[in-house]
């Protein structure tokens, strides 16, 4: 499913406009991606909780040239699923 195809279930399933459908879907990631900027976490009981993970530094090897390479450290998003949607799933 792509954004478009979500827009349009969102419609359907809230019975507003394909144009509001998207500025809700919008406003929706906007808010997640700011709160992520920030470090704080999102959490949607029964759907999920959206966090920053902090990776450390580590050793890797360049697969082209075998030469041993340092990979910064960074931070990731991270998705763990709740209990209903884990459930829904299998």
Sequence with gaps: MNKTD???KIA??????K???KKALDATVAAIKETLVKGDKVQLVGFGT???NERPA???VNPAT???ITIAA?????FKAGA???????
């Design 6 to 8: 979500l827009i349009d």
């Design 12 to 17: 359907a399933g809230s019975g507003l406009s």
């Design 19 to 21: 144009a509001d459908s």
């Design 50 to 52: 959206f966090s920053v």
């Design 58 to 60: 580590h050793g890797g």
């Design 66 to 68: 075998k030469e041993k």
């Design 74 to 78: 960074k931070k990731v998003a991270k």
């Design 84 to 90: 209903e949607l884990t459930e829904a799933i299998q």
